[in-house]
């Protein structure tokens, strides 16, 4: 499901896109510095001769065909499988005409077409949610039509027949709205907020459909907002963004525990507060409450149907007149002050979409900000952490404006729908490059680290994490956690082990064997095994042959040759006892929970395994992991070992996190073992144009906290009473202050 947002603001709490901060205590280049104790250097980011490789992956725009629709405003454009995205109602930024069509766009001939639909084809609208469901249908809730009239009703599109069907609900039907949120959880569809009436009221309420009976839940009230994005993760709904009815745009969070509230788990109660009962006793005959039967008009606060023109009288309404109850689970909320990661809310037109327990902030070009001020950030629900993934300058190609995103159930994959803001560069005729929905833009979430809804971990207890040595997987089930619970037992014991892998005997980080590992990628089969060389060599690991062969491809191939390890029943691979170890593991397991490898150059190593033996699915969770967990102990490990496994994004990151820590990050042992090259080349992840600026000077340009770059300055903490503020991490100078309700 994915909506239209309405174009809101967004600065940076951080210093401009255009600049770097660099701290430590080095050297006095400026006379400000002279007299400082606290030097400070700050780098503008230049374009940097002789190193686009390090540009990484870039997002590719590509022009539709076919029946391109307008721009419309206020429609749904969602992504329902099969490479087709759907695009549904919606009002013509021009005519200001409203629609009901139905438009399909193939992802792979990049062609629109428009739906010939059939049924009972609901009425024109806009402001409305589409969510899929089961894969094959979308559910139509809400919206106003041509009479600014909010509906409440539900109508059904099969996919597969392009039908539709508007089935009998039971239940206190919600208030008409639009502008809402919409989000399935467990054959459940909830309904968040939006408009009503014809004051545009901000609603505040919460209520849920089941699917399985079709009957309306009761509403409670949560909190007030429209156009915002809501999801569901940890048995909790998040809403984010959005207006307040102070018509403001607001970057605070809220969430609502469903958990352990019987409300939410059990089916809705009838009573006085149930609608249908109450027309029921009005007209003197039930309802027909089954879904093969003839459903009645949903009817809106104007008194017109949403499937007619024609009027309706408004039965009296409880749920129109009455405050919801606040709702049972436990309600909080965090405001994020300010910060380098976190994007305000304020300026730019902003995207919000989920992904495994991770809301993506898109903030795209818009008429009063440039791709260099837009971004591509992450917030991680379960630490409520912001992280920059990527500057505008390496998401957005300039010239383009963006209306619509959305994303594939996987989570994945999103796509952005716009257009060119160029008239010379269309082919849509004079006039006509604003008006029509005629680019898209494919985003590989991947490519940032983002596992995706399947690759998603499972939520670990809250106990003590077991130790490395227990071997205990918690995600892995049935028989891979049996022979989980068997790895590096030798055969004595009876563990059915029938093959052992030695490593190299020191298990610290070992940069030259890293780099001369690394260089055997591109050898053949026979190069690319090992025996055991000398004493350095580690004691042997017991493993099943069996489990390699199934998990590890390279293992497969060995042993199908009947190279020397497979009359030998043993192999040398010199990498870190620690790395190989965990390499093992995670071919019982899928895992590199830290419980299963707990150090980062574990993970790193791993990462530079996972280019060697071309194994996607590792690759993913250690860029995944690395990305979340960069801090400066590790910052120069996985920044080399990002480089040598050909992760540009990840030594991109993880560069710009070294030069912003500088002080601390010199002094690491990570760093003290980089080889002489990989001194020279992190000191050239420097931009052309920087240079040293003291602490005195870069207080006046606000790199430490002025207000020239909208920080807040110093006077920032003195608006905000301690008893307001809770800063998350122990990282002070990340400026990620958060004000807990």
């Known amino acids: 499901m994915a ?127 589409a969510t899929l469901y089961q894969g094959d249908k979308l559910l139509i809730f809400g919206g106003e039509n041509e009479h600014r009239t909010y509906l409440s009703d539900l109508i059904i599109f099969d996919l597969k027949t392009a039908h539709w069907t508007q089935p009998g609900v039971s239940g206190p039907i919600p208030k008409g709205r639009a502008r809402h949120a919409a989000v399935l959880h467990e054959d459940k569809l909830f309904i968040v907020g939006g408009i009503t009436g014809h004051n545009n009221y901000v609603l505040d309420d919460i209520c849920y459909l089941d699917l399985k009976t079709f009957t309306w839940s009761r509403a409670w009230r949560f909190v007030g907002r429209f156009d915002h994005s809501a999801y569901l993760w940890g048995d909790r709904v998040w809403v984010f963004g959005g207006l307040s009815e ?143 993934l990527a500057e505008g300058r390496d998401i957005f190609k300039s010239g383009y404006r963006w209306h619509y995103c959305t994303m594939n159930e996987d989570g994945t994959k999103a796509w952005l729908l716009g257009c060119p803001t160029d008239p010379t560069a269309t082919d849509l005729g004079p006039g006509g490059f604003e008006e029509y929905l005629s680019d898209i833009m494919e985003i590989d979430l991947r490519r940032y680290g983002l596992l995706g809804n399947n690759l998603a971990p499972e939520p670990r207890p809250e106990s003590s994490r077991p130790s490395m040595d227990r071997m205990s997987m918690q995600t892995s089930k049935g028989l891979a956690a049996d022979m989980a619970k068997l790895f590096n037992l030798p055969p004595e014991k009876d563990s059915g082990t029938d093959f052992t892998i030695t490593a190299l005997k020191d298990g610290e980080w070992d940069e030259d064997e890293l780099m001369s590992s690394s260089m055997m990628r591109n050898n053949d089969e026979s190069q690319e095994t090992w025996l055991s060389p000398d004493a350095t060599t580690s004691p042997p690991i017991h493993v099943h042959k069996l489990i390699l062969q199934a998990r590890w491809p390279h293992f497969a191939r060995l042993y199908a ?54 194994i996607p699915h590792l690759r993913l969770l250690c860029v995944n992991r690395l990305s979340k967990e960069l801090d400066v102990e590790h910052a120069c490990i996985i920044w080399h070992c990002a480089g040598i496994a050909n992760e540009e994004w990840l030594r991109k990151r993880a560069a710009n996190f070294c030069l912003l820590h500088w002080g601390r990050v010199v002094r690491t042992q990570g760093f003290l073992k980089l080889p002489r090259q990989a001194l020279v080349d992190l000191s050239q992840e420097v931009d052309m144009e920087g240079r040293v600026v003291g602490a005195d000077e870069l207080e006046f340009v606000g790199g430490l906290g002025g207000s020239r770059f909208g920080f807040g300055g110093a006077t920032r903490k003195t608006s905000i009473s301690s008893n307001q503020t809770q800063q998350l991490g122990s990282e002070t100078d990340e400026n990620e202050e958060m004000e807990m309700t």
């Open 561 to 614: 040759s009947q190279m020397a390890e497979f009359h030998t029943k043993k192999m040398h691979i010199p990498e870190p006892y620690t790395v190989v170890k965990a390499f093992l593991y995670y071919l019982y397991t899928d895992s590199i929970q830290p419980e299963d490898c707990g150090e980062l150059s574990d993970v790193a190593g791993l990462l530079v395994m996972s280019n060697i033996y071309n």
């Open 3 to 129: 909506q239209p947002q309405t174009p809101s603001n967004s600065i940076f709490g951080s210093a401009t896109p255009s600049a770097n901060l660099l701290s430590g205590g080095g050297p006095n280049f400026t006379p400000s510095s002279a007299t400082s104790s606290n030097n400070t250097f700050l780098m503008p980011n230049s374009p940097v001769k002789g190193r686009l490789s390090m540009d990484g992956y870039k997002p590719k725009v590509t022009r539709t065909l076919g029946q391109r629709p307008a721009c419309l405003v206020n429609a749904s454009v969602t992504f329902c499988g099969n490479n087709h995205i759907y695009a549904f109602g919606g009002f013509d930024q021009y005519t200001d005409e409203v629609y009901n069509h139905v438009l399909k766009l193939d992802l792979v001939t990049h062609q629109w077409s428009l739906v010939d639909n059939y049924g009972d084809i609901p009425g024109v609208r806009m402001g409305h949610t």
């Open 246 to 388: 102070e018509m403001d745009k607001i970057g605070d969070i809220w969430w609502l525990d469903l958990k352990g509230s019987p409300a939410f788990d059990s089916a809705p109660l009838f009573g006085s507060m149930d609608r249908n009962s109450t027309l029921s006793r009005m007209s003197g005959s039930p309802r027909p409450l089954s879904y093969a039967m003839a459903p009645p008009a949903a009817v809106g606060s104007s008194g017109y149907a949403a499937n007619s023109s024609s009027a309706q009288v408004n039965p009296p309404s409880f749920q129109l007149t009455a405050s919801p109850p606040v709702a049972p689970g436990a309600i909080s909320s965090l405001k994020f002050v300010s910060g380098p990661n976190i994007p305000a809310q304020g300026s730019g037109t902003h995207f919000h979409v989920y992904t495994s327990g991770t809301l993506l902030d898109f903030v795209t070009p818009a008429a009063t900000i440039t791709p260099q001020e837009c971004s591509l950030s992450s917030l991680e629900l379960d630490t409520l952490r912001w992280q920059k």
